[in-house]
């Protein structure tokens, strides 16, 4: 599970830096680590867990 996460925390590093993918579209992994800094009101770590897990693959989903 480590393993698959740094694995996709690469990919998504990369795909920041390509050129061909719509500037727009980055905006997705930088909202979500804001929404992890942000204080926010729904208890627990549960919720961030599941909206960082949805940002990353959408991100990957959505990239060409």
Do not use: N
Not at 25 to 32: I, M, N, S
Not at 35 to 53: N, R, W
């Amino acid at each position: 599970m480590i393993g698959e996460l740094a694995l996709r925390v690469k990919l998504i590093m990369r795909l920041m830096a390509d050129k061909r993918v719509f500037p727009l579209l980055k905006l997705l992994p930088v909202g979500t680590l804001l929404y992890l800094v942000i204080p926010d009101i729904v208890i627990g770590p549960l919720d961030d867990a599941a909206v960082v897990g949805l940002g990353m693959s959408l991100f990957v989903e959505l990239c060409p």
